[in-house]
């Protein structure tokens, strides 16, 4: 099942997409107008996962052509982050020195997930422009992530139990300021500027789509510079549960983003920035497409 938010006759939606991806049903979803506007899916994805009925249809089907996506859900909090959770990422982001005492050393690994947060008022959706922060800063990088999105919650949830909370996953891109990112020695500033976290185009339920075993693509212009299978995280998806839990109740509708592959922008030389009139387009297998295009204030 494929979930979508979208903006239609003025107001956020939510609805069921089609196996094709090419229209979207609308959903009569339960509460008032108020919380789908704020969170999109949040609410559908907590009524699922108490056990309610999916709700009727509401409306004639869309074609995708003629709505505007949002976010598939916006979190009550804070976006969960992982940093550095490919091997070979890690070995180019210390090398870069864009990751002061947070990144590993050289060749080697994190001891435990690098976990940090952004807020979630900078999501936005797939099709959106990432505005470039003018002065602010002139290092903005991309970065191609799965998002793990949680269904049931927990408290000390251990890693072979995790996979029974996963509500479904989408894709992310973590958009980040490097030399903010340098200058704070702490990263939420530098990933959590206005519409640095583009997300979507939707919601896939973990029974259509494994996690654990996927392909995580990014190109940038049309060039191919991310691409690795999930397989290759550093601590996978029951890990990251599991760490996170371990002292923080998660949530239903908390989203996880899983970390990136190598190949963001610090990872040449000289480093690769995005620049105004870019378009960055991620794809995951079994999910679908995240495309932005890149432009000035």
Known sequence: MKIASYWWGGRRQVGLVDDAGASVTPLACAGTDAPVARHGALALVEQLVDGKPLPRANGTRLPLSTIRLAPPLTPRRNVFCVGVNYRAHAVEFARSGFGGQSAPPPQDRPEAPVIFSKVPECLIGCGDPIVLPGSLSTAIDYESELVVVIGRGGRGIPAREAMAHVFGYTVFNDVTARDLQRRHRQWLIGKSLDGFGPIGPWIVTADEVDGNDTR?????????????????????????????????TLQAGDLIATGTPAGVGIGFDPPRFLAAGDTVRIEIDGIGVLENPVRDP
């Open 216 to 248: 995580v693509r990014g190109w940038v212009n049309g060039e191919l510079r991310q691409d690795a299978r999930t397989t290759d995280l550093i601590f996978t998806v029951p890990d990251l549960i599991a760490a996170i839990s371990a002292g923080i």
